[in-house]
């Protein structure tokens, strides 16, 4: 492979706001649920390039072939691989796709085969273009792919209001949020040089174990329940303290530990349906259990498969709730949205100027 911009390249990366920013300038697109993704195409060589480096080509043979079309013979491409379903976007499926064993890889490509989300281009031919702006960059990548079934090109507008009818309208169909990047900005690898709004709820929760932060001596993760039908389950975790706070946490959360009675008592050993790594189904994590009497309020994004998508944020510990109250009802449900609805209204709209 020989190309202007050779692997690995960490991509450009966002800073979250809480707000649509709004002015000139400006350009939106939807924040795509899946793995990010640069794609380095020489002829019939194609690596696929994730955000920490680590290829994912052999996980997605069927998007490799399915670039080879839709791509010219040379070009580095930024974008996002997604599982697209009846229901709209799956992260979790997504994430099966990355299995060691190479039988798997073939039948899980035909099962559910994945696609790939074109946002930005790199290089062209012998041209390294990260240098040019933005609105120049989205008119060669315009010119440059080809859509067939399994690649697109991402929508995009400079309008805030269609920008934020998007955040709105196909939260249901599995999206995150939305990206807004300056139309005169170049590429800058590793940056957080644009900036994304994703959805953001709190809920009450159950505060039924902990994992160890990889120092071994502080909270790592709390891990959180919700009751339903009488029974608690899994949703997920909340983690991103400081190291201050994880030792804090330690000295806290100390009175709760070896609880006479635990619903998850079964665990002992950690292996809880719903409870293995996301990025690694088959790891299995160990979790220290707590007397579930404890009720915490978090921050987070959406619920996919009856779990938190992302990793969620303690706001605070409510001293004022009881465990029982703390119910799946509390979750916002959203109403599931037409994907293809998303790519209808962009064939319409082309709005970036160079």
Not at 115 to 129: I, K, T
Not at 153 to 177: K, N
Request: aromatic share 8%; charged share 30%.
């Amino acid at each position: 492979m020989d190309l202007p911009v050779m692997p690995p390249v960490k991509p450009m990366l966002a800073k979250s706001v809480p707000e649509l920013p709004r002015g000139t300038g400006l350009a939106y697109e939807p924040k795509w649920d899946g793995f990010r993704c640069i794609v380095f195409r020489d002829g019939d060589e194609v690596e696929l390039g994730s955000r920490n480096d680590k290829p994912l080509t052999r996980y997605f043979p069927e998007v490799v072939e399915l670039l080879k079309e839709a791509l010219p013979p040379r070009c580095v491409v930024d974008g996002e691989i997604v599982l697209v379903t009846p229901d709209g976007l799956s992260f979790d499926t997504l994430q099966l796709r990355l299995h060691p064993a190479a039988s798997r890889v073939r039948k899980l490509s035909v099962e559910t085969p994945a696609s790939f989300v074109a946002f930005d281009v790199l290089a062209c031919g012998d041209q390294d273009v990260t240098g040019l702006p933005l609105g120049k960059r989205r008119t060669m990548l315009e010119e440059i792919v080809t859509e067939v079934p399994g690649v697109y090109l991402t929508p995009s507008t400079t309008d805030p209001e269609v920008a934020q009818d998007w955040f709105t309208r196909f939260e249901g169909a599995g999206f995150d949020g939305v990206m807004v990047k300056a139309v005169d900005g170049v590429y800058e690898p590793d940056k957080r040089v644009m900036w994304k709004v994703k959805h953001e709820r709190t809920a009450d929760c159950v505060v039924a174990g902990y994992r160890w932060h990889k120092d071994g001596e502080t909270v790592g993760s709390l891990v959180l329940g919700l009751y339903q039908d009488g029974e608690l389950r899994n949703v997920g975790v909340a983690s991103s303290f400081t190291a201050a706070r994880r030792r804090e946490l330690v000295e806290e959360l100390k009175p709760l530990l070896d609880p006479a009675d635990h619903p998850w008592a079964a665990w002992a050993t950690y292996a809880g349906p719903g409870m293995n790594s996301r990025w690694n189904p088959e790891k299995q994590l160990q979790v220290v259990l707590l007397d579930p009497s404890r009720v915490a309020e978090v921050r987070y994004e959406h619920v996919q498969g009856g779990r938190f998508r992302h990793t969620a944020r303690l706001v605070r510990f409510r001293q004022d709730k009881d465990p029982e109250q703390c119910t799946f009802e509390q979750l916002e449900e959203v109403p599931p949205a037409e994907l293809d609805a998303m790519f209808l209204e962009a064939e319409r709209r082309r709005t970036i100027e160079p």
